[in-house]
């Protein structure tokens, strides 16, 4: 339920954040895990590209985050809560394009 959610992430910076620019701050976190993880790869940004009425993207708007080699890496941010019918916690993952990308990356933001 909410309040035990809020009480959950109480004193964690990232919960006083807008959700949007929270995102991006765990998106550039999810790179560096990343980065680590495959350590011999080479990873770039996306080519934004064009949207559907010819405008170009912007680098943030690109269809995926990064690229690994030759592999489109989508990365997505959730943070859980308290489920107030099932008082289970739980992670929702919006707008997930599948034909997006290559590979999902998922981060989970938690409270300590």
């Given amino acids: 339920h909410a309040t035990t959610t809020v009480a959950a992430f109480s004193g964690c910076n990232l919960s006083e954040i807008q959700p949007a620019l929270r995102g991006h701050i765990l998106e550039d976190v999810g790179r560096t895990i990343y980065q680590r993880h495959y350590p011999n790869s080479h990873i770039t940004d996306p080519v934004p590209g064009y949207r559907c009425d010819g405008v170009r993207r912007s680098q943030k708007q690109a269809e995926f985050d990064w690229m690994c080699d030759k592999i489109r890496?989508?990365?997505?941010?959730?943070?859980?809560?308290?489920?107030?019918?099932?008082?289970?916690?739980?992670?929702?993952?919006?707008?997930?394009?599948?034909?997006?990308?290559?590979?999902?990356?998922?981060?989970?933001?938690?409270p300590k």
Avoid at 76 to 84: N, P, V
């Fill in 73 to 110: 890496v989508q990365c997505k941010s959730g943070q859980i809560s308290l489920d107030r019918l099932t008082q289970k916690w739980r992670c929702r993952f919006a707008a997930i394009k599948p034909h997006t990308f290559d590979q999902l990356f998922l981060v989970l933001y938690t």
